[in-house]
């Protein structure tokens, strides 16, 4: 038995010390990551090219010069506009006066609202490849009280709000 635990201890001791008998050297390790880390400095350096302009356009920035940010729409509407493809940010601006940076990529989603006298909200929207605004108009039903020598009563106001895209650039 003697005999047989000392091929043993020797095989087992061999598979310990024979990983650290070859040695990887840090030009090793630069080497084998040359190509990925090639590859992810390209990609940086076309990130760094396509997003090198200001996230905000200034005042001066119109579609000819600023940044590369281009006037896409001026004025003010609640309809839908489609943004064309190939842009990759949009600056919008509603008629509460306050803009907002939406990256193209961004889920659809709700970027302005203003509280309707009704208690509900009229919103800015971004669907995914439109920007619209929105007016809503609501009648509602209002009971008085009446006090003890009126009956109460019903009134029906109206109430409508409106939020409209003034301005859209794009990028």
């Known amino acids: 038995m003697k005999k047989l635990k000392l091929p043993i201890i020797a095989v087992v001791m061999m598979g310990f010390t024979l990983p650290s ?83 193209v990529v961004a889920p659809p989603s709700n970027f302005a609202s203003i509280k309707g006298g009704w208690g509900g909200y009229v919103y800015a929207r971004w669907t995914g490849h439109q920007i619209k605004g929105e007016s809503k108009t609501v009648t509602t039903s209002e009971y008085h009280l009446g006090d003890r020598h009126h009956n109460g009563y019903y009134t029906h106001p109206t109430y409508s709000k409106r939020i409209g895209i003034t301005r859209i650039m794009t990028q």
């Open 21 to 103: 008998v070859a040695k990887v050297t840090l030009d090793d390790v630069y080497k084998a990551d040359a190509q990925d880390r090639a590859d992810d400095l390209a990609r940086n350096a076309d990130f760094i090219a396509r997003h090198n302009s200001p996230l905000i356009p200034r005042d001066s920035d119109s579609s000819s010069d600023g940044g590369g940010w281009k006037t896409l729409y001026t004025g003010n509407t609640v309809s839908p506009i489609t943004i064309p493809s190939g842009v990759a940010n949009l600056y919008v601006t509603t008629t509460t006066g306050q803009s907002y940076f939406i990256p």
